[in-house]
């Protein structure tokens, strides 16, 4: 079991950047993001692995960037040239493979709120 909390969300102004943070009660192999927007699925963000191996989905590619604390079991993810499209809720995942699929990952967070304004 591990248990995931993400901290760092709020209000922005497009152009913005912010960072998110996300502590788990264990080490895992993969620490990924994932969002939701209102009305809209669940979709992967981004990923992290124990060997630094990193992929990001192609809308946020140069924009965001994850990084991982392995001492802290800490994964963030700085946002940065915020748009108002990248409102959502962020949920913090931890899972034994590297993948991009909500089934791909074991244990998720609470989520945290990110609202960019234009």
């Known amino acids: 079991q591990a248990q995931l909390e993400e901290s760092g969300g709020g209000l922005a102004q497009a152009g913005d950047s912010l960072r998110l943070s996300c502590t788990s009660s264990?080490?895992?192999?993969?620490m990924g993001w994932f969002r939701q927007a209102p009305g809209k699925e669940r979709e992967f963000v981004g990923v992290?692995?124990?060997?630094?191996?990193?992929y990001y989905a192609d809308s946020v590619e140069g924009r965001f960037a994850i990084s991982r604390d392995d001492a802290q079991n800490t994964v963030y993810l700085q946002l940065n040239s915020l748009k108002p499209e990248d409102t959502a809720v962020y949920y913090c995942?931890?899972?034994?493979?590297?993948?991009?699929?909500?089934?791909?990952?074991?244990?998720w967070g609470q989520g945290t709120q990110v609202t960019v304004s234009s």
């Open positions: 995942a931890a899972g034994a493979i590297l993948g991009s699929s909500i089934s791909d990952y074991d244990y």
């Open positions: 264990r080490r895992t192999y993969a």
């Open positions: 992290v692995t124990w060997s630094n191996s990193r």
